[in-house]
């Protein structure tokens, strides 16, 4: 749950410190970098409108599984966008799916323990929620210096790939009947 959590929050600052090689990658303007940012904040914040609705309607488990292969399937167009025009939507498509873990996370904490074990279960989430933007342009940063731009989407990628199976095996229903 925790993982699901800090997925938003990391996806955004993972990319932070490639913006200058992905300008010149794809011959982008400063504003169309800054459009790949908003286009992801803009996805996040719509969807996170629907993401809870959506859990109550047709369970925790499946808004989640499906939040992350969309995750997943839009980490890998931005790995392989060949201009800026794909970038942004595909930025967008992370941001709309990776909303997904974190608000349904909540609901499930809410569904599985009770009022006091919850509280304390949300307080080490937010932890990793307050962790994932400092380590996040370490690790792009990281990635973009020693091997490419493109290896830090190919990291998000594998991010979803291993929060997928881990939910698919691991994570139970929690919305009653």
């Known amino acids: 749950l925790a993982g699901l959590g800090m997925l938003g929050p990391f996806s955004i600052d993972t990319y932070l410190p490639a913006f200058d090689g992905i300008a010149r990658t794809l011959t982008a303007t400063p504003l169309q970098m800054q459009q790949t940012l908003s286009a992801y904040l803009f996805g996040f914040a ?17 808004v989640v599984i499906v939040g ?30 990776a909303g997904a873990g974190m608000i349904v996370s909540r609901a499930i904490i809410r569904d599985m323990f009770p009022p006091a074990d919850a509280q304390r279960v ?16 370490m690790v792009g940063g ?19 790939v ?13 919305l009653h009947e």
């Open 46 to 62: 719509a969807m996170n409108l629907f993401h809870g609705a959506l859990a109550d309607s047709f369970g925790r488990r499946p």
């Open 68 to 97: 992350l292969v969309l995750f997943t399937i839009a980490s890998v167009g931005c790995a392989l966008a060949p201009t800026i025009g794909w970038l942004i939507t595909f930025r967008a498509l992370q941001g709309m799916s």
């Open 122 to 137: 949300m307080s080490q989430v937010t932890i990793y929620f307050g962790v994932a933007p400092a380590i996040a342009p």
């Open 142 to 160: 990281f990635l973009f210096v020693h091997v490419g731009w493109h290896a830090i989407f190919w990291f998000l990628t594998a991010v979803g």
């Open 162 to 174: 291993v929060l997928w199976a881990a939910n698919y095996k691991l994570l139970p229903e929690t």
